[in-house]
């Protein structure tokens, strides 16, 4: 069993390990994304354990994907609003 497979069945990962050679960036984004969206981690561990430019791609694009999705649904309540007016006025 590798460790996305052990991952993917997990709601939090804790890092408690040595950083060697075998556990550099051993959290890449095969890991973060097996971990899914409500994954939490907790790095006790030396912190390039973890690869955190990878990390920080895909929170960006999980933040930018969010607000493009509030966008949407704002402007699509806006018309909602727009149409009901514009029936009630008739």
Known sequence: MDIEEMVANCNALIICCELNENTLRLIN???LSALGKHGVIVNVALGAIIDEEEMVILVVLVWMF???????LRSFLNWIMLFSLHIVLL
């Open 29 to 31: 984004k095969d890991v």
């Open 66 to 72: 969010l607000k493009m999705s509030l966008m949407f």
